[in-house]
């Protein structure tokens, strides 16, 4: 896995804050889960462990999808895109892959000259992260 992780740190395009996009694709039915960004550090992590790690801008740390609300993401394929500055993650994900407790981040549409909901949450963001 060392090879592969240089090979890919060699190719990768990270911008001037040291990140690349990550869009997360589950891997059986295509469907687009979410889009974050990821850096060495986290793709290391990622390739490593087999648990998606990206890298939260909010937090300014690595951050295991699934570490705080159960829903996780297993790596099955990563991809570089033809200009090395997009990650494709092909990944097993169990649960929502949302914060908001949809199953993908994109569930928002335009609809002719309207800007509507096309997936309702499948589960609570309060159950998904209950305040301590």
């Known amino acids: 896995m060392a090879d592969a ?30 889009l974050a960004y990821m850096n060495r550090e986290s793709l290391a992590a990622t390739l490593s ?11 300014k740390k ?5 570490e705080t609300s159960g829903q996780t993401q297993h790596l099955v394929e990563l991809r570089l895109d033809c ?16 914060h908001t407790g949809r199953r993908s981040c994109f569930y ?5 000259s309207d800007l509507v909901t096309i997936a309702e949450p499948l ?8 305040k301590s």
């Open 123 to 130: 589960v609570s963001p309060d159950v998904l992260y209950p």
């Open 5 to 34: 992780l240089t090979a890919l740190l060699n190719e990768a395009k990270f911008d001037a804050g040291g990140l690349i996009p990550a869009i997360a694709q589950q891997h059986d039915s295509g469907e687009v889960l979410t």
């Open 83 to 98: 200009d090395g500055d997009a990650i494709l993650l092909l990944v097993d994900q169990k649960g929502v892959a949302c």
């Open 62 to 66: 690595l951050w295991r999808k699934g």
């Open 49 to 59: 462990s087999g648990q998606v790690t990206y890298w939260s801008r909010e937090r």
């Open 108 to 112: 928002r549409a335009v609809r002719g």
